[in-house]
């Protein structure tokens, strides 16, 4: 079992190129989330979807949109990149919203994403 | 304003006992959770604190105090594999997590 899975791991991308960071899971999940990880801060939250269909707004969402057309796929796209965009990003699934479970969520193994 | 501190890095020994401590205010509460965090690697859940006292599982336990806003992970028995940075995270009333910038974890022989 996969798990979840994001791609690319790596991409060192120009400033004003479109990128998208793709993110599946296996584990039909509804609820599904991207954060970004910078040195220093903690995790913080760009865009979450609670069931395919939907998405809604986290702490930082400018500069990124994301689409949840099933329940296995979730991608982050920043339209025009940005060197702070910088960052670690990790998605990341929970069983249902996390108003209705523990709070664990599974994360994928990150997306290190440089813009120059 | 929402806040999570918690200390940037610590040193122990194997086979010693760590306490890393955590503080939060935010806008409600809904639980204390606990992220173990290898570097270059994915966070990984340890614990999930609601009500106030000790929750012990293996090696780790986590302690919640409402009343103060504190929380610890304590790990006992160290390990070499235990260095790993080690994530603080808060559920406010609107069921978003609120996260600590994490607490380095360095275990020396």
């Known amino acids: 079992i996969a798990g979840i899975t994001q791609a690319p791991t790596s991409q060192i991308l120009a400033a004003g190129r479109r990128m998208t960071l793709r993110c599946t899971q296996d584990?039909?999940?509804?609820?599904m989330y991207w954060y970004r990880q910078d040195l220093g801060l903690g995790l913080r939250l760009i865009h979450y979807?609670?069931?395919?269909?939907?998405?809604g707004k986290g702490e930082v969402p400018d500069g990124y949109s994301v689409s949840r057309a099933n329940t296995d796929d979730f991608p982050l796209t920043l339209a025009s990149a940005v060197p702070s965009q910088t960052s670690v990003y990790f998605c990341?699934?929970?069983?249902?919203?996390?108003?209705?479970?523990?709070?664990?969520?599974?994360f994928g193994e990150g997306s290190r994403l440089t813009v120059l | 304003g929402q806040n999570i501190d918690q200390p940037t890095e610590m040193t122990a020994t194997e086979g010693a006992i760590v306490q890393i401590n955590c503080t939060y205010q935010?806008?409600?509460?809904?639980?204390l959770f606990w992220y173990q965090q290898h570097a270059a690697e994915a966070p990984t859940f340890l614990s999930y604190?609601?009500l106030d006292g000790l929750e012990e599982k293996g090696r780790f336990s986590s302690f919640l105090s409402r009343s103060k806003g504190y929380s610890y992970l304590l790990l006992k028995e160290l390990q070499m594999k235990d260095s790993a940075s080690y994530l603080c995270a808060s559920m406010d009333s609107n069921y978003q997590l609120i996260w600590g910038a994490g607490t380095k974890l360095i275990i020396k022989p």
């Open positions: 604190n609601v």
């Open positions: 584990m039909r999940h509804n609820a």
């Open positions: 990341a699934s929970s069983d249902s919203g996390l108003e209705h479970n523990t709070g664990e969520l599974f």
């Open positions: 935010t806008s409600g509460f809904n639980g």
């Open positions: 979807s609670n069931t395919a269909g939907t998405t």
